[in-house]
């Protein structure tokens, strides 16, 4: 008898699913407590060669939430006493027929997708790693829907979640996005090119009840027409791959062949004060960092553009990575030259991962800027932070900024400072100083002038701004210093307006 596919959205089934998923929620099935369980710091953290270790010392109890969390996240095989206590018979019956759950013959029982906890949701697609056991490919069809990786966890949680009348989710895959976009827009539309993709998508807005959520299967904005959206979310494949081999993942030997196309469009489908997001990887040539190159690919459209640096891979590192042949030496070599070589005719010397945000610049605050951090990738949600930096860049780009706050502006630290200092011995005696936000998830550090760290160190309580020029001139800082390091500490957000 052949096995259902997967995500058959048969409507009769739902109820019994939704039962099911509410039984695991119940369980304590989500983002913390499986992290929890496992022993992690980050759900990104899992790699599927520790399976047995966290099958052998995480899991050992077999309580219901540990053969949950080895059944749907880790790929494992559960007995049928396991499965009984955690699902009715019907509810099985129904896992089976919308082609989750696959086995029971010999009272055994696999999952043939995965449910991921994303933030406050739960979320089916593809496994992480098919060429495991279970189910067991060769090779992973070029159909395959994005597993929730970890470029998936960071653009959850670095979006912006306030609340819109629209939103836009572009390669949708499992429609995780739009998902959560569906909890604070009142129409989400989650296109994707892949059949499969719009499937288990149209699938989880079934189970999860989001009404509210559209699926339409077209390239990249073609379903949305001339429409415009106050939110637009990508995630979209950007593997620099010789062979594009996966249809989530490669996105040709450039690596930009879908995200170029995605951010060109913005200028005609982002609405006036909305927010576009993405999170990539873009490969980086020596002499053009990849926020020029991002900012050629608006063709001059006037936007506002953020870029965090989340990591850096260098291209050997990258091709040893992706390389194919594991069970072949010989194989696995000439993959990764194949990758390698790729990588250089590109003229790449390293990939970044990036986060991208985009607005409609403001001709108020100057001409289109593009702000670049280093930071680490978000353990929890920062749509704020990303919100916090437009509002800072903005506010310094003001040409009354200086009258505004002399003329009885206050300003106060943003929150707790780590301040770290550091003296270079030579010929000549220097400090430096490095300040960073603490508490935040995007932990840019920020290197100090003598005069912003002096300014900082003032600031012990809000202050009125004059009253802070005084204090500093007292100590023989210039009047125009103390004002440009108050103006340079609100741009980079260690301090803000106060009350």
Not at 138 to 152: R, S
Not at 349 to 376: H, K, M
């Amino acid at each position: 008898m052949t096995a259902p596919p997967t995500f058959r959205a048969d409507e009769a089934d739902i109820p019994a699913l939704v039962a099911a998923t509410g039984k695991l929620t119940a369980l304590g099935y989500d983002e913390a407590r499986v992290r929890q369980r496992l022993g992690l710091d980050d759900l990104t953290d899992l790699r599927w060669r520790t399976l047995p270790i966290y099958r052998k010392e995480r899991l050992a109890a077999r309580e219901p939430l540990d053969s949950a969390i080895d059944l749907f996240l880790l790929q494992g095989i559960i007995p049928a006493p396991e499965m009984d206590r955690l699902f009715s018979a019907e509810e099985q019956a129904a896992l089976k027929r919308v082609g989750l759950l696959a086995g029971g013959e010999r009272g055994m029982f696999y999952a043939r997708a995965s449910l991921y906890p994303v933030c406050d949701r739960l979320v089916f697609s593809d496994h992480a790693w098919p060429k495991l056991p279970h189910p067991g490919i060769a090779e992973v069809p070029f159909d395959q829907v994005m597993y929730i990786g970890a470029d998936t966890r960071w653009l959850a949680r670095a979006t912006v979640r306030r609340t819109v009348e629209t939103a836009l989710d572009l390669c949708t895959g499992s429609g995780v996005h739009a998902l959560l976009a569906a909890a604070h827009a009142k129409r989400v539309l989650a296109v994707d090119i892949n059949p499969r993709a719009a499937s288990c998508a149209h699938f989880n807005a079934l189970a999860f009840g989001a009404s509210n959520m559209e699926v339409a299967v077209g390239d990249l904005y073609q379903p949305a027409g001339q429409a415009r959206f106050d939110l637009i979310t990508a995630n979209p494949p950007f593997v620099p791959s010789p062979v594009h081999a996966v249809g989530y993942r490669d996105g040709g030997p450039s690596g930009e062949d879908v995200q170029r196309r995605i951010v060109a469009g913005l200028a005609k489908h982002l609405a006036p004060g909305g927010m576009a997001q993405i999170v990539t990887e873009i490969g980086e040539r020596e002499d053009e960092p990849v926020d020029e190159r991002v900012r050629s690919w608006l063709d001059g459209a006037p936007m506002d553009i953020l870029v965090l640096r989340l990591a850096e891979h260098p291209t050997a590192t990258y091709a040893l990575g992706h390389a194919e042949g594991d069970r072949d030496f010989g194989e696995f070599l000439a993959s990764v030259e194949s990758w390698h070589e790729n990588l250089k005719r590109q003229g790449y010397v390293r990939i970044v991962t990036v986060l991208l945000a985009f607005q409609w610049s403001d001709p108020a605050f100057g001409a289109p800027w593009t702000r670049v951090e280093t930071t680490d990738p978000p353990r929890r949600e920062a749509g704020s932070e990303v919100e916090d930096k437009f509002l800072a860049e903005r506010t310094a780009r003001r040409a009354d900024l200086q009258e505004t706050l002399l003329a009885g502006g206050r300003v106060l630290r943003s929150g707790p400072i780590g301040l770290m200092e550091s003296r270079m011995l030579g010929t000549e005696l220097r400090t430096d100083a490095r300040a960073q936000l603490l508490g935040r998830s995007f932990s840019s550090i920020h290197w100090l002038g003598p005069v912003e760290r002096e300014v900082l160190l003032l600031m012990e309580h809000a202050s009125e701004v004059a009253e802070l020029v005084s204090k500093a001139t007292d100590l023989g800082l210039e009047r125009e210093a103390v004002l440009a390091a108050v103006c340079s500490l609100l741009q980079r957000g260690l301090i803000r307006f106060g009350i």
